[in-house]
């Protein structure tokens, strides 16, 4: 099976359309940012009632979500609800609208309300979403210390140094 | 990078408060508000003594300097959240053209 067509707006809009609530954080979540490095998939923070995972579920089902395991990247199709999604902390899944990261503890954070607090609400392509902030995303990347993260860090810190310095001064050069 | 920065990312990774911070530091939690804002900005010692007042390490590197990614960040600065997604979506579009036909050409 080919790799699905990465289709960030439209897995946000069925997110939405669901009422899921969520944090969308990592590498897409910096390029709303401004990161210059293209990424793939789509990591985000659930909140974690029952409820709003029951929302997620939905939306999984509706996404055709499947595990997703280096020797089966096709994904390998899953029976969830709620309180299953809850028992796994980091989801890694395969969709038909391309990769979908969930996870519950991003490293370096205790979750969805300590990201939520400072998330900036933003309307991508007519969806509501709450992003984290980028200050919140290097907390996570320095955290997870992946070979990856270390490689797009000082770009992405200066990019933080550059939108607080123009916060202080709205009238400075980046 | 301001010191500022530095000992808010390790404060919130800690997952302590502004007041727990202080307390720890022997200061207290307007000092440690202030230098979080860039109000003040303190000296490299003093931002070292707080993360490690947070758990952590301040470990210091000096790398080549690289501007190349920076100069395509700078530029999506210039563009609205909306228009960074379409421009990322392009070049995802773009890539993924690329390998398909790479693999076209060696089949």
Not at chain 1, 16 to 43: C, K, M, N, Q
Not at chain 1, 70 to 93: Q, T, Y
Not at chain 2, 33 to 41: D, K, S, V
């Amino acid at each position: 099976m080919p790799e699905p067509e990465f289709q960030p707006e439209r897995m946000l809009q069925v997110l939405e359309e669901h009422g899921v609530r969520f944090v969308l954080i990592g590498g897409f979540a910096a390029v709303i940012h401004g990161s210059p490095y293209v990424t793939t998939d789509i990591d985000l923070v659930p909140e974690g009632s029952l409820e709003n995972l029951e929302r997620l579920s939905a939306a999984l089902r509706a996404m055709n979500a499947r595990v997703w395991t280096a020797s089966e990247p096709d994904g390998i199709p899953f029976d969830h609800d709620a309180a299953s999604i809850a028992d796994v902390r980091m989801w890694n899944l395969v969709t038909d609208l391309g990769r979908l990261d969930l996870a519950f503890e991003p490293d370096g954070t205790s979750g969805y309300e300590d990201l939520a607090r400072s998330a900036v609400h933003l309307e991508i392509s007519g969806t509501r979403v709450d992003v984290a902030t980028l200050a919140d995303i290097i907390r996570s990347k320095e955290a997870a210390a992946r070979d990856k993260d270390r490689l797009v860090l000082p770009v992405l810190r200066r990019l933080l140094g550059a939108l607080e310095n123009e916060e202080r001064q709205p009238s400075s050069e980046l | 990078m301001r010191g500022g920065q530095i000992v808010r990312e390790a404060r919130r990774r800690a997952g302590l408060t502004q007041r727990e911070l202080a307390e720890r530091a022997g200061t207290t939690q307007s000092a440690i508000a202030r230098i979080e804002r860039g109000a003040t900005e303190p000296a490299y010692d003093r931002v070292r003594s707080l993360v490690a007042a947070c758990g952590f390490e301040l470990v210091p590197r000096i790398a080549p300097r690289d501007d190349s990614d920076w100069s395509v960040a700078t530029a999506n600065l210039r563009l609205s959240p909306d228009a960074r997604v379409r421009q990322h979506q392009a070049a995802v579009r773009f890539a993924r053209k690329g390998r398909e036909a790479l693999a076209g050409a060696r089949a």
